[in-house]
């Protein structure tokens, strides 16, 4: 029951800015914006959240859209280890995330 | 920071056979505890979320049963694994710090079920 629409796969230069989007145009008021992604054979990862502003983090960048309907993960300089399935979900207090199928993006060398 | 102990990584059982993973969490005390499940080429599942001892919420109707015996041990169970039950089973956690609530969900290293 995922509330977000993404790409099914992405692929990106090394070196290069992976720019991952994410359409929520259901969105709440009250519900954060959350990026995990999930490397092969392993649990996901925790990588960013937001709720209005942009944030950043040793990881990546998140841009939300004024409306907050879409947003934008940005891995600045993507590396090959950066090659995984890229989930975004929308949720009001962490508890219950449904993931949905999520981009999967390949890092090309 | 939180540490999430999953046991066993992989797992064998023939259909028909009983299930017991077990999760076990460090770094934090009260944590909100989940089970996922997620099947071979599919996303994650949300199958149990507790919020405390003994309380236990199921998300979809199923095969699987879960139980908190203590704050920071959670149990999947079931009586009679279906070949349905594959999957990988990750315990994930949203921690409870010196007081404060996050709200990131942290996973553990996840138990890979083949039923034959």
């Known amino acids: 029951d995922a509330k977000t629409t993404q790409p099914t796969s992405m692929d990106c230069a090394e070196g290069r800015a992976a720019n991952l989007p994410c359409n929520h145009s259901t969105i709440s008021g009250n519900e954060y914006v959350y990026w995990y992604r999930q490397i092969h054979s392993q649990g996901p990862q925790y990588i960013i959240h937001g709720l209005k502003n942009n944030e950043t983090n040793e990881m990546a960048s998140l841009i939300i859209t004024e409306d907050r309907k879409s947003s934008t993960l940005i891995l600045p300089h993507a590396t090959l280890r950066d090659t995984a399935v890229y989930y975004c979900i929308v949720n009001p207090s962490g508890n219950q995330f449904y993931f949905g199928t999520g981009t999967s993006l390949t890092v090309i060398p | ?116």
């Not at chain 2, 077990?22 to 089970?35: A, D, F, H, K």
């Not at chain 2, 003994?54 to 203590?70: D, K, M, W, Y």
Request: proline share 7%; aromatic share 12%.
């Open chain 2, 1 to 116: 920071s939180q540490t999430i102990h999953q046991w066993p990584a992989t797992l064998v059982q023939p259909v028909g056979s009983p299930l017991s993973l077990e999760c076990t969490v460090e770094g934090t005390s009260n944590p909100n505890l989940y089970w996922y499940r997620q099947a071979a080429g599919r996303g994650l599942q949300l199958l149990f979320y507790s919020v405390g001892i003994g309380q236990i919420s199921s998300e979809v109707p199923q095969n699987l049963s879960a139980s908190r015996p203590q704050d920071r041990q959670f149990i999947l169970s079931s009586k009679k694994l279906l070949l349905s039950d594959s999957g990988f089973y990750l315990c994930a956690v949203r921690p409870e710090i010196w007081g404060q609530s996050y709200n990131e969900q942290f996973f553990g290293p996840g138990t890979r079920l083949t039923v034959l």
